[in-house]
C-alpha cells in the first residue's frame, strides 16, 4: 500500500518568504508527526497530531511555525518570514494511533527546505 | 545533557565484522525504544525494538539495560549493505502517554570490502 509522502521534495526560498509542507499520511492512520533534521544532527520532534488535533506543539520552535491537519488526514507545516536557519529536511510521519508507546512510526520522504 | 546520546562515528569497517553502537538515555521513566536505520538522503525506518530481556533479529542483536539507562546494538558479520546511521530513539513518556520519540543524533556505519 502507499506509504506517507510529502510535498515539495524540495523547496528553496528566500529569506523572509513564507513555506507550505504538506504531509499525507497512510490512510486510516490517526497520528501523525512532523520533525525537522538539520544537516547531521537528529531529528527534532516539532508537533503531533491525533485526529484533527495537535495534543503536543512543544517541538515548533517559534510562533513563525504553524500546522494543521484536516480531515483526519493531509497535515500542512506552515513556516512564516522564513529565516536562514530553518533551512532542514522536515520530515513528516503517521503511526495508527498516537496513544500506545509501541506503535511504529512509519516516515515519509521528507521535504528539503533551502533558504537563501 | 541530551535525552538521547549516542557516539557519531563513524565506525568504518570491514565486511565480516561484528560491531556494536551504545546510547544512553536520561529520562528513567522511558518505557519503549527503538533502533531505526537510515541511509543518506533517505527517510528513518525502523530497525527494531529493544525490549528489555534483550533480542534478535538475524545477524542484529539489541540489548537494554535500565539500570545504566543504556541500549546497545550489535552487528554480526557486517555486509556492505549495513552501511548507514543508525538511530537510537526512545519513547520517554511510557504507557499512558502518547507515541512521542526522542530520537539520538545517530551512529554513522561505514563497511568497507
Known amino acids: 500500500g502507499a506509504g506517507v509522502s510529502q510535498s515539495p521534495s524540495n523547496k528553496v526560498t528566500e529569506k523572509g518568504k513564507d513555506v507550505e509542507l504538506r504531509c499525507d499520511p497512510i490512510s486510516g492512520h490517526t497520528a501523525l508527526y512532523w520533525y525537522r533534521q538539520r544537516l547531521g544532527q537528529g531529528l527534532e520532534f516539532l508537533i503531533y497530531?491525533?485526529?484533527?488535533?495537535?495534543?503536543?506543539k512543544s517541538g515548533l520552535p517559534s510562533d513563525r511555525f504553524s500546522a494543521e491537519r484536516t480531515g483526519g488526514s493531509v497535515s500542512t507545516l506552515t513556516i512564516q518570514r522564513t529565516q536562514q536557519e530553518d533551512s532542514a529536511v522536515y520530515l513528516c510521519?503517521?503511526?495508527?494511533?498516537?496513544?500506545?508507546?509501541?506503535?511504529?512510526?512509519?516516515f515519509g520522504p521528507g521535504t528539503r527546505l533551502t533558504v537563501l | 545533557r541530551k535525552e538521547v546520546e549516542q557516539d557519531p562515528g563513524p565506525f568504518n569497517v570491514p565486511e565480516g565484522a561484528t560491531v556494536a553502537f551504545n546510547c544512553t538515555y536520561s529520562?528513567?521513566?522511558?518505557?519503549?525504544f527503538f533502533w531505526y536505520r537510515q541511509d543518506c538522503r533517505k527517510e528513518p525506518k525502523l530497525l527494531m525494538s529493544?525490549?528489555?530481556s534483550g533480542n534478535e533479529d538475524g545477524r542484529f542483536t539489541a540489548q537494554l539495560n535500565r539500570a545504566s539507562q543504556y541500549i546497545s546494538l550489535l552487528i554480526r558479520d557486517s555486509k556492505l549493505s549495513d552501511s548507514a546511521t543508525y538511530l537510537c530513539?526512545?519513547?520517554?513518556?511510557?504507557?499512558?502517554?502518547?507515541?512521542?520519540?526522542?530520537f539520538g543524533a545517530g551512529t554513522r556505519l561505514a563497511v568497507h570490502p
Open positions: 529520562n528513567s521513566a522511558s518505557q519503549s
Open positions: 530513539v526512545v519513547n520517554p513518556l511510557g504507557s499512558g502517554g502518547y507515541n512521542k520519540l526522542i
Open positions: 529493544v525490549y528489555s
Open positions: 510521519a503517521s503511526s495508527s494511533t498516537g496513544e500506545s508507546s509501541y506503535n511504529e512510526q512509519f
Open positions: 497530531f491525533q485526529g484533527n488535533s495537535a495534543p503536543d
